[in-house]
C-alpha cells in the first residue's frame, strides 16, 4: 500500500533551470493538491486538481506549472527556479464516495527544494 | 476566504500531564471542517482529528480531543496523558464545504510547537 509518494526527497538546483517534482498516488482519490512549507508561514496552497485534466490556482501559484493527464499524477513544475522558492513541497490528496466529497488530505512525504 | 490564527508558536509539557493548544479561525462559510495535523521530526503530515462545523459535538480520538466553540470560531486541541511521540509542530487547518464550492485546499495556521517534557 504505497498511499502517495513524491520524488525527488531532495533536490538542489541552480537559479533559472526549470525543476518537476513528481507526486503520484494509488488510491485514486480524485482530488490532488501541493502546498509549500516555509518557516513562519506553515503550510500554503500553490494548486489543486478536482479531476483529472481540471486545475486551479492556490494562494501562491506564480512561478509554477501544474498539469494532470491521469487521475494518479500530479506534477508540480518550477519553469524558471528563484531563491524564493526554497522550500519543502508537499502534495497531498483526499477522496469522493459516491458524490460526497472528504475534506481531509493525505499527505505524501515531501520534496526539500533548495535554489541555489 | 478563511484565515487560521495559533497563537502559540510553543508550548511544553511535562509527559502525562495535559497540554491544551489554542486555535482560532475566520470564515464566513456556513459550511466548514476544522483539522489539527501533527508534524513530526519526520516531516510527515499526520491527521490528528477533524471536526464538521455542523456537528455540536466535540470530536474525540483516543488521548486527543478537541473543544470546538463555534460562536467564538475557536478549535482547541486538548493532549490527554501527553507522551514522548507526542512532540511535534501541531498544526490548526480549516477547509471550506459544498457552500464554499468544496474544491479549495486545508487553509493552515503557522502551527504550535510542542515539546514533551520527560
Known amino acids: 500500500d504505497a498511499g502517495i509518494t513524491q520524488s525527488p526527497r531532495y533536490k538542489i538546483t541552480e537559479t533559472g533551470r526549470q525543476v518537476t517534482l513528481m507526486c503520484h498516488q494509488t488510491w485514486s482519490h480524485s482530488y490532488m493538491f501541493w502546498y509549500r512549507q516555509d518557516l513562519g508561514h506553515g503550510l500554503r496552497l500553490i494548486y489543486y486538481s478536482a479531476a483529472a485534466d481540471i486545475t486551479d490556482k492556490g494562494e501562491v501559484p506564480d512561478g509554477y506549472v501544474v498539469s494532470r493527464s491521469k487521475t494518479e499524477n500530479f506534477p508540480l513544475t518550477l519553469e524558471s527556479a528563484t531563491r524564493s522558492q526554497t522550500s519543502v513541497y508537499f502534495c497531498?490528496?483526499?477522496?469522493?464516495?459516491?458524490?460526497?466529497?472528504?475534506?481531509?488530505?493525505?499527505f505524501g512525504p515531501g520534496t526539500r527544494l533548495t535554489v541555489t | 476566504a478563511q484565515t487560521v490564527t495559533q497563537s502559540q508558536p510553543e508550548m511544553s509539557v511535562q509527559e502525562a500531564e495535559t497540554v491544551t493548544l489554542s486555535c482560532t479561525y475566520d470564515?464566513?462559510?456556513?459550511?466548514?471542517?476544522l483539522f489539527w495535523y501533527k508534524q513530526p521530526p519526520s516531516r510527515q503530515m499526520i491527521l490528528v482529528i477533524r471536526q464538521e462545523a455542523y456537528k455540536q459535538q466535540n470530536a474525540t480520538e483516543n488521548r486527543f480531543s478537541v473543544n470546538f466553540q463555534k460562536a467564538a470560531k475557536s478549535f482547541s486541541l486538548k493532549i490527554s496523558d501527553s507522551q514522548l511521540g507526542d512532540a511535534a509542530m501541531y498544526f490548526c487547518a480549516s477547509a471550506p464545504g459544498i457552500s464554499g464550492g468544496g474544491a479549495d485546499g486545508l487553509t493552515f495556521g503557522k502551527g504550535t510547537h510542542l515539546i514533551i517534557q520527560p
Open positions: 470564515t464566513s462559510e456556513s459550511d466548514y471542517y
Open positions: 497531498a490528496s483526499s477522496d469522493e464516495l459516491a458524490g460526497v466529497r472528504s475534506y481531509e488530505q493525505y
